[in-house]
Nanobody, 124 residues
Framework: QVQLVESGGGLVQAGGSLRLSCAAS????????MGWFRQAPGKEREFVAG????????YYADSVKGRFTISRDNAKNTVYLQMSSLKPEDTAVYYC?????????????????WGQGTQVTVSS
């Protein structure tokens, strides 16, 4: 069983950058499609970015396209989310998740494993 632990969240000014990491322990994370989701207070959890098992395919929500980059290092069992040009509306708890689908899924229900989340706060 894979366990996911996020890190790298924090407080940043608008226009700044943060890099989130998601370390997977247990079974190798390369067996899973990986995704990043976020949830702001009073809102539903939403897809942010996803990456295929090999890392060869990536997908982004329109709201973050061009600003966020997802990547993975399977040798380190770690997935990253580089966030740049951050906006106050990016403020949320960010979650790393893993699923066994063949292709990247955008529906949170497709994901079997979740991390505990890391808070990202962007001040204006």
């Amino acid at each position: 069983q894979v366990q996911l632990v996020e890190s790298g969240g924090g407080l940043v000014q608008a226009g700044g950058s943060l890099r989130l990491s998601c370390a997977a322990s247990g079974r190798t994370s390369s067996s899973y499609v990986m995704g990043w989701f976020r949830q702001a207070p009073g809102k539903e959890r939403e897809f942010v970015a996803g990456i295929s098992r090999s890392g060869g395919s990536t997908y982004y929500a329109d709201s973050v396209k061009g600003r966020f980059t997802i990547s993975r290092d399977n040798a380190k069992n770690t997935v990253y989310l580089q966030m740049s040009s951050l906006k106050p509306e990016d403020t949320a708890v960010y979650y790393c998740a893993a699923c066994r689908t063949v292709v990247v899924a955008k529906n949170p229900a497709a994901y079997d494993l979740w991390g505990q989340g890391t808070q990202v706060t962007v001040s204006s």
